[in-house]
């Protein structure tokens, strides 16, 4: 409730959600300054507060531009050869883009003699197909026993451009990996240990099964085993790095540079967090964010291709929601009451539910998520990845209730 001319009004807004512009970050700036200020100056100019426990989050895209956290595909190439030599290696289940691999390969081919390129099929792990999947069911092919060469493909399922982007990608890698005067041999299959019948030196590709493929491998006898998590851990020849994640969660910056996943996230949250509280008094939570956790049910594409959600918060952000769903109460515990009186009924509740719902039927529904999987795939489609110019998202009201 709140009051407007000495009426009580009951309020009728929950969450709001709104996207922040901030200037171009370049390599140098203090992010966590100009993340504050923006916040500050858009409170001022569209005469809204703030409040205990709103959630400020920034991309990890501006972090990372502002830590200058960058590597060309020459150092790419050099941490490879010192990795794997002159050694064929393969080269397993990467996914289908241009932003996210393509610059990755062209380093990663710059730095060998030659690879067997590995592809999952009917897609990749993020949903980009290659090929539909009635049509392997059509021509009697089964994705989890069978091995595909690049001809036997061909012969297959012809030349198939991606829905969305219009890119062959099969032919796509294969010039990438030519241009750097590679030799390039592409296999189809969904095996990781199937690698090993071309060569026993492999690069896993792979987000979030990378674990799993590294822990067969090396059971099936594979002598060098790395992942993207292992290339650029650290600077090579003066490059960017992440020592958590490698190149994973890395995007074109230029034809021969790629952004970096941010490192040492977790100043720059706590930072921000601090300076807000020492300006307005209220005590926010802060997130860095990347791709958010959700998947296309037309494209069939899931979102995820960065490594986490989010790589650093702050301590209020973690664990996952404690809700009840509200029409399971209203259609059960309260069926026979109406109006102000299953109002107040499903409101005393609330107040009096249990700290852990875990395992109780009135929390069925309720999407039982880590909190920062769920609010940075709120801000990452707040933010967009195009021409928005809103980094920096404002996220007011999560944590409140019917009550509230």
Request: hydrophobic share 35%; charged share 25%.
């Amino acid at each position: 409730m709140w009051y407007a001319m000495g009426v009580i009004m009951e309020r009728l807004v929950g969450t709001i959600s709104r996207g922040l512009r901030a200037p171009i970050i370049r390599e140098g700036d203090d992010i966590a300054e100009i993340v504050v200020n923006s916040v500050i100056e858009a409170a001022k100019s569209e005469n809204f507060q703030l409040y205990d426990r709103d959630i400020i989050a920034v991309t990890e895209a501006v972090v990372a531009r502002a830590q200058g956290n960058y590597a060309t595909t020459d150092q790419i190439a050099s941490d490879i050869t010192g990795k794997f030599g002159n050694e064929t290696f393969g080269v397993i289940f990467p996914i289908l883009s241009r932003n996210r691999f393509a610059n990755c390969l062209k380093g990663i081919a710059r730095g060998a003699k030659k690879i067997v390129l590995m592809l999952s099929f009917p897609s990749d792990e993020v949903g980009n197909h290659l090929v539909d999947i009635d049509l392997l069911d059509e021509k009697g092919i089964n994705p989890w026993t069978d091995v595909l060469t690049e001809a036997k493909y061909r012969e297959l399922f012809g030349y198939q451009k991606h829905t969305f982007t219009g890119v062959d990608y099969i032919e796509y890698y294969k010039e990438v990996v030519q241009n750097e005067g590679c030799e390039i041999e592409i296999i189809f299959a969904n095996d990781c240990r199937t690698i090993l019948q071309y060569t026993k030196n492999v690069l896993c590709c792979d987000i979030h099964s990378r674990a799993r493929t590294k822990r067969l491998l090396k059971a099936a006898g594979a002598e060098k085993v790395y992942g993207l998590d292992d290339v650029l851990t650290t600077s090579v020849n003066g490059s960017g790095f992440n020592e958590n994640y490698g190149l994973l969660g890395s995007n074109k910056a230029t034809e021969d540079t790629v952004k970096l996943f941010p490192r040492s996230c977790k100043s720059v949250v706590e930072t921000v967090q601090k300076r807000i509280l020492e300006l307005t008094g209220k005590h926010v939570e802060v997130m860095v964010y990347g791709d958010g956790a959700f998947k296309d049910p037309i494209g069939k594409i899931w979102e995820l291709a960065d490594p986490v959600v989010s790589p650093a918060y702050t301590d209020g952000l973690e664990g996952q929601p404690n809700e009840i769903k509200l029409k399971y109460l209203a259609d059960n515990d309260f069926a026979d009451l109406k109006g102000e009186e299953l109002k107040q009924a499903i409101s005393d509740y609330i107040r009096n539910k249990d700290n852990d719902l875990v395992g109780q039927m009135v929390s069925q529904g309720t999407t039982p998520r880590r909190l920062t999987d769920l609010i940075g795939s709120l801000c990452d489609l707040t933010s967009g990845s195009g021409d928005k110019g809103t980094p920096i998202i404002l996220v007011q009201g999560y944590f409140d209730n019917y009550t509230k």
